[in-house]
């Protein structure tokens, strides 16, 4: 038995798996946005902290800085994931990046402890292991744009 069109069955069940997939998507971004909503309450807790001189200034600075990175990396996650309910490809290097600014936010807390030189360089690797996996991804994505056009 041969068959060539795909059977009313198969239609359905893809179909079914196009609306799980959505609502999995919109679960996505809505928690993206939480992940956000936190990440400004860390920035405010980290410049309140600051303020009242619950740390040291030095400390208080990089912590909020890594806080903004935090919120910026959860920022264009949300921004990838517009675009891919838009229609869009899935945004792996957004994630990848979300990843490389919470290694960064970490090394930048590490750093103000000087005993601890073998875990920033450690982090320091995965930044760099990581930064080499965005390159490739965001390279290979210039290779398929240039090919589409």
């Known amino acids: 038995m041969k068959i060539t069109d795909p059977s009313n069955l198969e239609k ?9 997939g959505l609502y999995f998507n919109y679960l996505l971004a809505s928690a993206l946005i939480i992940v956000a909503l936190f990440a400004i309450g ?31 990396a959860a920022i264009e996650l949300i921004d990838e994931e517009i675009k891919h309910l838009r229609g869009g490809h899935s945004a792996l290097a957004a994630f990848v990046a979300l990843a490389i600014a919470t290694l960064i936010r970490k090394i930048l807390i590490v750093s103000l402890s000087p005993e601890k030189a073998k875990e920033i360089l450690m982090y320091g690797l995965l930044v760099l292991c990581l930064s080499i996996a965005y390159w490739l991804i965001s390279l290979t994505g210039k290779s398929t744009k240039i090919k589409m056009n």
């Not at 359905?12 to 799980?20: E, R």
């Not at 920035?43 to 919120?71: A, C, N, P, R």
């Open 42 to 72: 860390l920035f405010g807790y980290d410049i309140y902290l600051l303020f009242i001189g619950q740390t040291t200034v030095e400390k208080g600075i990089l912590t909020t800085l890594g806080s903004l990175l935090i919120l910026w």
């Open 12 to 20: 359905k069940l893809l179909d079914y798996l196009k609306t799980i």
